[in-house]
């Protein structure tokens, strides 16, 4: 389903219109999206600690936004920060800069793309308005020089 008027009007001073106007929304209500099939390969390959998707509270997947709970405005922007950054990156680039990021990293915590979602929505829930595109826009920037 598309925001309501509510979540649009309190994630309007941070996004884009469009962003806002084509991300969908799903809450599972008695299911669980599971983990990918690839993991059972990638655990033949000694790899061990993968996230376990079930746990997640909320995954996008370029403008869908899959919750395992009712969104608040803190899951909502973090998951509107990824889709800013899927729009910016592409598929291509976010997968990879993701799945580089878990591998030289270890742990989703410190993904990247990760930190710096927790970081912006940290920002919104203490401050001010600010374009979450200028953000993820300088950050990348920022991350390829």
Known sequence: MPLTETQRATMQP????EVLENTRLSVLIGER???PSMYSMAKMMGIRNLPDFSGMTAITFVDVVVSHEEFT???LFHELVHVVQYAQM????FASRYVNGFIRRGSYEEVPLEKHAYLLESRFMQSSPFSVEQEVKQWREAETS
Not at 14 to 17: E, G, K, L, N
Not at 90 to 93: A, D, I, T
């Open 14 to 17: 941070y996004f884009p219109a």
């Open 73 to 75: 405005d803190a899951i």
């Open 33 to 35: 999206v599971p983990n």
């Open 90 to 93: 592409g598929l291509k680039e």
